[in-house]
């Protein structure tokens, strides 16, 4: 991509949308069972750094470890778009009130305000594994189990479990929760969050850390991994789940085999597409889709707008980004409108985090912002000098900035971010690093103090708390805040939903003027599926980072595959 072009806003179309009737249509294939289904996925370009969950790492371990180890909650994928329903089901970590489905949960009621009481689905089995565990049933020792290890873990994360006195097996299927007090995301801190697997004690006996020993009860079971080229997942066959389609009940998971398919550059991503090496490919700029169209016109596509925004966070605690006035400075010298028009060349948003507009009620969109929010996504380039002048920086000053070399679209987009920072005198040094040591620098804090962030926001009551609340692993700008921490606290203790959508909004505009980071456009993505990939329509996650029941579903038309000479 030229970044010097003047490209004219070019969007694509938003491509497969599936209403009630084509949902119907299709509804009335017949399954056909067997086969690999091969992706590569919305982060296809690292790979897992732990398989054992007590580890705390978050959206590629549960990627991976979620084709096995299930939640106790996901969402209803029958109220997806493909379906006929109203949901996309792209945001990764937020599942709406109405699509939320019990997956080892069968029901669950408060019989107290402070006492949650759930009974766990009947019949669902661990498989067995040779060396580590005879098939048997899940039980509700198992979520006790998988609760205590994670919230004794030496690596957990800070206060994540507070809220929760006790976790007690009542019987054998029911599993009851003792709060010490509420919170609103209750169901995503271990219903169907990043850290929600329940594991059984004989892998963590024989070693939860092998990919040899893993197992749960989820669709799929770890049965290769090559590392760095490939994971193989093979069907599960006591798996307990069904589908219903065409009125008829089909036992799942339709494949034999998934493959998630590690492929660090672009274009042999694409070109892995085009030769019918992968099935689906779910994460594609707004460029590449472009070519990708003309070329393999049969492929068929979703478009949607990333929670993972760039920004490059400033430490608040570090000069001189301990001068707010400095760090709304940078934020006028960079030209936002410009990066979407001619970057993105159009295909992106200029104002998506920390609340992204598809969560309604909590997202206030920019135009409703205050003047002071506004003019941070401004280009002004003398006021961004005269700020700085002000904070005793005329002559400007040299950063350091931490960028992953994991990401392609980072990587061109910073020298850009550099060039304007230059115009006001400030020179950003990119330093570039491996996954693993990117993600270190910042969950041990030891970031530079300029660090390029894409955390999601996850999901409107969580994204305040994790990007920018004291001690918290994504807190890359290090804030030390106690009227956020405080108001946060407040709002996600708040039962009425519309009084906690207020105050997060609030305290959404407060972070934003406090500009603990270069606030940056957030883009449009795509995915393509081969026609012969069936029952889906683009649906990328059923609960945070996890996809296994959406891959359990699809099924392989073998015939259209070779039809079409693959």
């Known amino acids: 991509m030229k970044l010097t072009a003047i490209a004219a806003v070019a969007r694509l179309s938003v491509g497969l949308t599936l209403g009630a009737a084509a949902a119907a249509a299709l509804a009335q294939e017949a399954p056909k069972y067997g086969g690999t289904l091969d992706v590569a996925t919305t982060n296809t370009a690292v790979t897992t750094l732990s398989w054992d969950l007590a580890d705390w790492q978050a959206t590629l371990q549960t990627r991976d470890t979620g084709q096995f180890y299930e939640q106790l909650f996901a969402v209803d994928l029958t109220k997806a778009k493909s379906r006929g329903g109203k949901y996309s089901f792209t945001i990764g970590g937020w599942q709406p009130t109405d699509a939320i489905r019990g997956e080892l949960a069968e029901t669950w009621n408060w019989t107290t305000p402070l006492t949650l009481e759930i009974k766990l689905r009947k019949g669902v089995k661990f498989p067995a594994k040779q060396g580590v565990m005879a098939e048997r049933e899940l039980v509700a020792d198992d979520v006790v189990y998988s609760f205590n290890r994670m919230n004794t873990s030496a690596k957990r994360t800070q206060g994540y479990y507070d809220h929760v006195d006790k976790v007690e097996a009542k019987d054998k299927h029911t599993v009851v929760f003792t709060f010490n007090k509420f919170i609103a995301d209750w169901d995503y801190r271990f219903g169907n969050g990043f850290f929600s697997g329940i594991m059984p004690k004989e892998v963590a006996d024989a070693g939860a850390g092998n990919w040899k020993n893993v197992n749960g009860t989820g669709p799929f079971m770890l049965t290769n991994v090559v590392q760095g080229n490939s994971l193989t997942f093979s069907k599960n066959p006591v798996y307990w789940d069904k589908d219903v389609i065409g009125g008829k009940e089909y036992k799942l998971p339709f494949v034999d085999r998934v493959v998630h398919r590690v492929i660090k550059d672009e274009t042999t991503q694409h070109a892995a597409l085009r030769t019918g090496k992968l099935d689906i490919l779910s994460s594609i700029s707004a460029e590449a889709a472009r070519e990708l169209k003309k070329s393999t016109p049969e492929l068929k596509w979703n478009r949607w707008l990333t929670t993972t925004a760039n920004r490059v966070a400033l430490r608040v605690d570090t000069k001189p980004f301990n001068d707010v006035r400095v760090r709304r400075a940078l934020n006028m010298a960079v030209n936002k409108q410009e990066i979407i028009d001619k970057y993105y060349n159009g295909e992106a948003e200029m104002f998506t985090f920390p609340m992204h507009p598809e969560y309604v009620g909590y997202h206030q969109p ?177 609960g945070a980072g996890r996809f296994a029941p959406i891959h359990a579903r699809i099924w392989i038309d073998q015939d259209l595959k070779k039809k079409m000479g693959y």
């Open 366 to 542: 920019l135009k409703e912002q205050p003047a002071s929010v506004q003019e941070l996504f401004k280009y002004d380039p003398a006021k961004a000098k005269k700020l700085l002048a002000d904070a005793g920086y005329a002559n400007g000053f040299s950063f350091k900035m931490q960028v992953c070399t994991c990401n392609p679209d980072q990587m061109e987009l910073m020298p850009l971010v550099a060039a304007y920072l230059e115009g006001v005198g400030v020179k950003m040094e990119i330093v570039p690093m491996e996954y693993g040591a990117h993600l270190s620098a910042m969950t041990s804090h030891t970031n530079a103090a300029g660090y390029l962030t894409g955390i999601p926001d996850v999901n409107p009551t969580t994204s305040l708390r994790i990007n920018f609340g004291k001690g918290q692993v994504y807190n890359a700008p290090m804030m030390d805040d106690p009227k956020l921490d405080a108001r946060v606290a407040e709002a996600n203790g708040e039962r009425d939903e519309k009084k906690r959508q207020q105050m997060l909004r609030e305290m959404t505009t407060y972070v934003l003027d406090q500009a603990p980071a270069i606030w940056m456009p957030a883009p449009y993505r795509y995915t393509a599926w081969w026609p012969w990939v069936k029952n889906y329509g683009g649906e990328m996650f059923v």
